[in-house]
């Protein structure tokens, strides 16, 4: 998810026009409010325009971080609120700190005034590296934390003449370390919507067992060192299911729709009877795998859901039970509330159109206890489900290491959470939740701008605990995981917050605090030996692409968006090669583009204007897709990847240019390279056409060759098409 999908590589560039607020607009009263509630008042556009966010934004933005600025009056006593909050405050409650480096902290208190301190490390024992002296510029004491302060979340405690202040000090290192295994040689791995690669032992839809062999096969059979797949967080518990991975009902936990029934330990202890019912279900989807046509997930849930029930029923022995308890313990009480939300959706109804629950009903009312108490085994039951998908993902995560990847899984964050899904209901303080949603303003590609419907993180709240919910997830995902792709990363920074009712063009950045986010992500991938990258395409100002470099994030790198200085307009002349960062994964495409195969002949014009989804003439359309592929060929010719006669024919030499591309990708200095599996096998369809939910079948599209012919996992790296993309992301290696 960019700002702006399809062809998204603009970035501002042209910041050298950037404009400023006028002293007079700087002077108003609710501009001064919202620049220190946090808000941006003015910003860059795509096209370096400068924009300024209007009134009405800036009021109900506000509103949803509980700052009134409904009247002059109002925006007077909230800022005389901020003001005092802000002078009785004695540090501020999450400190983030350089390991290596002395840390400086100036206290809100006189210079004369005795201050004790007190840091608690993550362990439990003390750190006695600290230092309090009076800074006589400022009045201030100064508080130095020591540069021998270890990596991690620890916690600070200050006393001055009988006020407390209490903070959380993210120590992470300044930057994260290249794998040794990455730094010595560029890797390379495949991407894949995991759903799309089916077995005969699936259940119409990709899951973890899947997931295991791709990752073996594509490190033995292809050399590969990682795959990146699509998010994997948590869905609805029954159907209807939401289609998209990136609209997730929690983003803490996994997606249990993708356990495979037959990898569970019990399943092999089954009763004849209760394994016959078993493989009955499995039997009644398990012709969908040979179907090319979009996949029903729907029925594959309803025939695996019943089979899991009977497996969690039929018990487990006293080892195994030790270890769904101890998963119990160390997931905490967010486990228990998703679960708790599982029990309602399931009883009460899907929490959505005329049904309340929801809003009505808060985690902690009577009814919802009630609800768990009679309906223990089910709550329980999805507990297990947990359970049972962190075990595949770890076991898949650990045959990919053991078969020689250098990261193995790389898992895709997803930006946010479904308004209505369980991390907002059971957590509402963390999110600024029912008047606003995250999106983008208005681009190059979407005049009118975006609206993903996702409530936003509340950056007070995260900031008042620490980062805590964001430590967990990211630490939750490293736990299977060599690496992780942050979707829209400057949502570290900021995000356009859309107020209802104004529509996606009139919201208004909030900022965060991207400073303690990235030293969770570098404690996090440190502690896990992985990485972290960040999808940076789009509207990304050069200044955030600076600080994730210095912190080891590597940027995104798409061909296809890849002009000379960054050009929005297409049918400019692409980079050569060795222009591309180093600190980057590049790849030929991504998943809101057609497979190579169909962006070369012009499938999302068809595709776009079927689904009239075009706001220009199709002939207009079609002449910059033309112009693109065009100055994609010249590059291509320019560099002597292919010759000029395949140039001027290119649907005769499809998958010659296809593995053109994939040879200049290895000629970047970028320390990771991607190859799509659709590109592997010839795949023409699009996975996701970015602007449509039903009108076109989205995330539901399985992995199919050039003739329509599916693919299944166990076929997918002996395809002699596959192997000689693979040959061509080797070619420096041989």
Same mark, same amino acid.
């Given at each position: ?19 400023? #607020? ?27 325009? @400068? ?32 003001? $005092?909050? #802000? ?17 400086s902290i100036q206290l809100n208190c006189p210079a004369d ?38 990596? +991690? ?57 899947? /997931? ?112 769904? #308890? ?112 995250? +999106?983008?303003?208005?681009?190059? @590609? ?48 900021r995000l356009w917050w859309i107020p209802q009712g104004l ?20 404690? #996090? ?17 050069? @200044?955030?692409?600076?600080? /994730? ?9 798409? $061909? ?38 169909? @962006? ?17 003439p199709v002939e207009q359309f079609a002449a910059s897709a ?44 970028? /320390? ?63």
């Open positions: 998810m960019t700002d702006g999908h399809g062809n998204e590589a603009a970035t501002s560039t042209l910041e050298h026009h950037q404009r400023t #607020e006028s002293a007079q607009r700087l002077a108003r009263p609710l501009i001064k409010l919202a620049k220190a509630s946090g808000l941006a008042t003015s910003f860059i556009d795509q096209l370096g325009t @400068y924009t300024e966010i209007s009134d009405a934004a800036l009021v109900a933005v506000l509103k949803a971080l509980d700052v009134d600025a409904s009247s002059d009056e109002a925006i007077a006593r909230s800022m005389a609120d901020l003001e $005092e909050a #802000e002078s009785k405050r004695l540090l501020n409650p999450t400190v983030v700190a350089v390991t290596g480096t002395s840390t005034e005795d201050v004790t301190v007190t840091v608690t490390l993550e362990d439990g024992s003390p750190f006695d590296g600290c230092t309090v002296l009076p800074d006589l510029n400022s009045g201030h004491p100064v508080l130095t934390l020591g540069a021998d302060l270890p990596m +991690g979340y620890h916690t600070l405690d200050v006393t001055a003449d009988g006020r407390a202040g209490h903070a959380t000090i993210i120590a992470a290192p300044a930057r994260i370390p290249v794998p040794e295994a990455v730094a010595e040689q560029q890797r390379w791995g495949w991407m894949t919507q995991m759903y799309s690669v089916r077995s005969h032992d699936s259940w119409g839809v990709g899951d973890y067992g899947d /997931l295991k062999r791709l990752l073996i096969d594509a490190a033995h059979e292809s050399g590969a060192d990682f795959m990146l797949i699509n998010p994997i967080h948590a869905g609805a518990p029954i159907t209807p299911l939401e289609p998209s991975p990136y609209l997730p009902e929690s983003r803490r936990f996994l997606n249990v729709t993708y356990i495979r029934p037959q990898d569970i330990p019990e399943y092999g202890t089954l009763p004849d009877d209760v394994r016959a019912r078993v493989d009955e279900l499995h039997a009644s989807v398990a012709a969908r795998n040979d179907e090319s046509t979009p996949m029903d997930i729907n029925a594959a849930w309803e025939a695996k859901r019943p089979a899991l029930r009977l497996i969690f029923e039929a018990g487990r022995n006293a080892k195994r039970e030790l270890e769904f #308890e101890r998963f119990k313990a160390l997931a905490g009480p967010d486990l228990d509330s998703f679960a708790t939300w599982c029990v309602c959706f399931e009883v009460w109804g899907a929490p959505w159109g005329e049904n309340r629950w929801f809003f009505d009903k808060r985690i902690d009312a009577p009814e919802v206890t009630a609800l768990v108490e009679t309906h223990h085994d089910l709550f329980e039951f999805n507990r297990w489900l947990q359970w049972i998908a962190a075990e595949q993902v770890t076991e898949a995560q650990h045959a990919a290491t053991e078969s020689g990847m250098a990261l193995g899984l790389m898992q895709d964050m997803a930006v946010g959470v479904h308004g209505l899904g369980a991390d907002a209901w059971a957590n509402p303080e963390r999110f600024a939740t029912g008047s606003v949603t995250v +999106g983008c303003p208005p681009d190059f @590609y979407n005049q009118q701008g975006q609206d993903w419907g996702q409530p936003p993180f509340n950056p007070r709240y995260l900031e008042a605990t620490g980062y805590q919910v964001y430590r967990e997830m990211v630490h939750a995902m490293y736990e299977h995981a060599g690496a992780v792709r942050i979707d829209h990363v400057l949502g570290l920074f529509g996606a063009k009139n919201g208004a950045y909030v900022m965060y605090n991207h400073e303690a986010m990235l030293g969770v992500l570098s404690i #996090e991938a440190t502690r896990a030996g992985g990485m972290v990258i960040g999808e940076d395409l789009g509207t990304v100002p050069d @200044y955030v692409r600076r600080i /994730l470099a210095d912190h080891g994030v590597l940027g995104t790198d798409v $061909e296809w968006f890849a002009r000379v200085d960054d050009s929005p307009n297409a049918g400019d002349p692409y980079k050569k090669p060795s222009e591309y960062r180093r600190q980057a994964l590049a790849s030929v495409t991504t998943h809101d583009l057609p497979p190579t195969a169909g @962006y070369l002949g012009f499938e999302h014009v068809k595709l776009r204007e079927e689904l009239h989804l075009l706001s220009e033309l112009a693109e592929r065009t100055a994609m060929m010249d590059r291509l010719v320019e560099s002597g990847y292919i010759t000029a006669a395949a140039a001027e024919n290119v649907p005769g030499h499809i998958q010659q240019i296809v593995e053109a591309m994939h040879a200049m990708l290895t000629d970047t200095p970028s /320390l990771l390279l991607q190859a799509a599996l659709v590109d592997g096998v010839g795949e023409t369809r699009s996975q996701n056409q970015p602007g449509t939910s039903t009108e076109y079948s989205n995330w539901r599209v399985p992995l199919a060759d050039e003739h329509g012919h599916v693919v299944h996992t166990d076929e997918v790296f002996a395809l002699p098409r596959v192997r000689s993309l693979a040959a061509v992301m080797q070619r420096k290696r041989r």
